[in-house]
Structures are given as structure tokens and as C-alpha cells.
């Protein structure tokens, strides 16, 4: 089982960015779209973005309509890490960030990392 591990969260006032970064070991990253995941206060967990897989894969991403043009997924192969740079942050963004590898639009892995707070400020 792959452990999942998020970073990069923390306090920013509105119209601020933040980078969050997944490590996510293991020797199936490469061949695994991944994707990155909101729960938002009283909400379900949904997913924001993802990310296809091979040297095009920024070719083939994913934008939950909410976050297009402010968000964006990348991912590293080598470092088997994912990343969501996230601008113009809004307090609607406010949520716990959790990445998971994706496969038929759904989550792969069972097992959740901790996931990464963002909190957005008026």
C-alpha cells in the first residue's frame, strides 16, 4: 500500500497562493494519473484536480469548474511527488487537501494520507 503523504498547507488571506506537494513512493507513480482531493468544512471529499500520466501528461488534466484558471496540478516522476499550485485562493478553497492516485475518475488507494489544511481568510 502506497503511503501518501501531503504538505504545504497553512493560513493565507484571500487572493493568496499556496503549493501543496504529495510524496507518494512507490514504483506504480509513474503509471498512475493522480489527483488532488478537497474536504471542505460539513463536506464530502471531492476532487479538484488530476493528472494523466507519461511526458504529455499535463496535456490530460482535470479542473473541478471552481478552481480552473487558479489551480494547477504537476507532477514530478522522479521525485514520485504530485503538486497543486494554487492561486487567487478564495475561502471556499478552505478545506483539508488530501491526493490519491485516480483511475476511472475515482480514488485508487483505500488508505488516505493525513491530508494538509488550507484555511483562507477574509
Known amino acids: 500500500q502506497v503511503q501518501l503523504v501531503e504538505s504545504g498547507g497553512g493560513l493565507v488571506q484571500a487572493g493568496g497562493s499556496l503549493r501543496l506537494s504529495c510524496a507518494a513512493p512507490g514504483r506504480d507513480f509513474r503509471s498512475n494519473a493522480m489527483g488532488w482531493y478537497r474536504q471542505g468544512p460539513g463536506n464530502q471529499r471531492e476532487r479538484v484536480a488530476s493528472i494523466g500520466t507519461g511526458a504529455s501528461a499535463s496535456n490530460f488534466t482535470y479542473y473541478q469548474n471552481s478552481v480552473k484558471g487558479r489551480f494547477t496540478i504537476s507532477r514530478d516522476d522522479a521525485k514520485t511527488t504530485v503538486y497543486l499550485q494554487m492561486n487567487s485562493l478564495q475561502p471556499e478553497d478552505t478545506g483539508v487537501y488530501f491526493c490519491?492516485?485516480?483511475?476511472?475518475?475515482?480514488?485508487?488507494?483505500?488508505?488516505w494520507g493525513q491530508g494538509t489544511q488550507v484555511t483562507v481568510s477574509t
Open positions: 490519491n492516485a485516480v483511475k476511472g475518475g475515482l480514488p485508487l488507494y483505500k488508505s
